[in-house]
């Protein structure tokens, strides 16, 4: 056991105390299997959500109505789950109700995947009812029993059967695959958010391309928002060799390949703030297709979205990417923005004693241009001297 479960193991002895069971399962227990970086721990447990909240003086009620409390210990946050099964579904998606339930196989049995469905206990032991580990060790991934019936319940476990692929870079079971092949329109049911975040996920695994190529060899894409007539660029996005950054990049490098504008984006539900990050990495890669694209202009204007936009441009292009220098160069800039010129509004307003207007922002920029191709220093006084001689253009200075 690693040191992240030692620490959590006293969550579960003090459950054990208490007369009831508890283990460590789902992601955490599979990335630890993996010998991956282990991400939150979630613990498994036959006490009810108000039991959780007796026992421990730290909780939060994250998600009662699931039988989901945060417990809070030293520090680190836990989420403690009642064994539950999942009620009828309805319309293909997760139910709102659920069972509380007794038994340890219960919980394990609503799980997604055979690699999920794996727990441990307070000793380092592995419970696997469902081979989950031999699927580990086989780079598979297969649902917990029949794929058609698991799909049907829940449409959404496609998407991440997928973006699992991307994380680890397992292949999916022939049964799994063939129920994707046939449930996938089941997808067209499921909350665009809930998709977009397996999909982000997706987009930002090491093995994307896999993960992309899947999609088109499934067809699933084609009941993903806005992706139906977009084979032939998801083909094209799988063939690159990307190695994703963050959010932003995994998403800008997709919407410039599948030629995404700001509707398709909103269509997505991503947030206002992504949807603009995306936007300005867009409209860089317009006109930025070769290293000599980036002018002094383009630096200034793109400045803290070099690395992203760099990097989509030579995996799209097939170059190498020049981050490094051409951050080396955009810090060389005399400004690298607008508030760093030496004069504002208020010094100009006052240099020329006329009302503020639209002269004014026009000045700004051409003084902001100027100081940008070192026609002039940047020190006020030089500044009001050129913004003079500037005003009066006839006047040869
Ligand atoms: P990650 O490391 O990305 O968090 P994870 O496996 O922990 O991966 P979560 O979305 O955090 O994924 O879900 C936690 C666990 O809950 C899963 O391992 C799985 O056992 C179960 N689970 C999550 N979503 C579903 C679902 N739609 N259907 C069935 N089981 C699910
Ligand atoms: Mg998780």
Not at 90 to 117: C, G, H, I, W
Not at 121 to 128: A, H, K, L, M
Not at 195 to 212: D, N, Q, T, Y
Not at 279 to 295: G, M, N, V, Y
Request: proline fraction near 4%; charged fraction near 25%; aromatic fraction near 10%.
């Amino acid at each position: 056991m690693n040191e992240q479960f030692r620490q959590a193991l006293s969550v579960i002895e003090t459950l054990k105390r208490h007369g009831h069971e508890a283990y460590f399962v789902g992601g955490a227990v599979r990335d630890y299997l993996l010998q991956r970086p282990i991400g939150d721990i979630d613990i498994a447990t036959s006490a009810h959500p108000q039991e959780v909240m007796a026992i421990f003086p730290r909780t939060v009620p994250v998600g009662i109505a699931h039988g989901t409390v945060m417990v809070i210990e030293r520090g680190i946050s836990y989420e403690v789950t009642t064994f539950r099964k999942e009620g009828r579904y309805e319309d293909y998606r997760r139910p709102k109700d659920v069972t509380f339930v007794r038994s340890l196989n219960e919980d394990l049995q609503r799980r997604d995947f055979t690699m999920n469905a794996i727990a441990m206990n307070e000793y380092g032991e592995i419970i696997d009812p469902f081979g989950g580990v031999e699927a580990l060790k086989q780079r598979i991934i297969e649902t917990v029993g029949d794929p058609a019936e698991r799909f049907n319940e829940d449409a959404l476990r496609m998407m991440r059967a997928l973006r699992f692929v991307s994380q680890l870079g397992f292949s999916l079971s022939t049964e799994t695959k063939q129920a994707i092949i046939r449930y996938g329109h089941l997808l067209q049911h499921i909350a665009v958010e809930r998709i977009a975040v397996e999909f982000e996920k997706l987009l930002l695994g090491p093995f994307v391309s896999k993960a992309i190529a899947l999609l088109v060899e499934t067809n699933l894409f084609a009941y993903l928002p806005e992706l139906a007539t977009k084979k032939e660029e998801l083909i094209k996005l799988s063939s690159y060799s990307l190695v994703p950054v963050d959010r932003i990049e995994a998403w800008a490098r997709f919407a410039f390949v599948v030629h995404f504008h700001r509707e398709q984006l909103k269509n997505w539900k991503l947030s206002n703030h992504l949807i603009r990050d995306i936007l300005i990495c867009l409209k860089a890669l317009e006109h930025i297709r070769s290293l000599t694209d980036w002018t002094i202009d383009a630096l200034y204007e793109y400045g803290p979205y070099i690395p992203h936009i760099e990097r989509i441009r030579a995996a799209v292009y097939d170059d190498k990417p020049s981050v490094h220098s051409l951050l080396k160069q955009w810090e060389m800039l005399p400004i690298r923005n607008r508030k760093e010129l030496a004069i504002n509004g208020h010094d100009l307003l006052i240099l020329f004693g006329k009302k503020g207007g639209p002269w004014l922002s026009e000045m700004i920029e051409n003084i902001e241009r100027a100081v940008l191709h070192r026609q002039v220093e940047n020190e006020k006084e030089k500044l009001k001297e050129w913004a003079m001689c500037n005003q009066k253009r006839e006047n040869n200075c």
